[in-house]
């Protein structure tokens, strides 16, 4: 199960990680993965009801590149963690 202890690295797509949550910040439910932010970025894994993998969803506030920048680098982040 991936954790926010899991999140080793310091930066997601060339910035600084700002936050890692594993639970909703307004009134601290489990989002059952986790999530990690930047200033102009962020990304939620977790797993998938029916399928054994995890589901990435993902934004960038800088446009499709930062965002394609984003999704790799939150594959690498959750396949390592998961390794």
Do not use: M
């Amino acid at each position: 199960k991936l954790s926010s202890d899991d999140v080793t690295v310091t930066e997601l797509a060339g910035e600084p990680i700002t936050a890692v949550l594993s639970h909703a910040p307004g009134n601290g439910a489990a989002i059952g993965g986790i999530k990690v932010t930047t200033d102009n970025a962020w990304f939620a894994a977790r797993p998938s009801g029916t399928e054994d993998k995890y589901k990435i969803y993902a934004e960038s506030l800088k446009g499709a590149e930062h965002l394609a920048e984003v999704q790799t680098a939150a594959k690498s982040l959750v396949d390592a963690a998961l390794a």
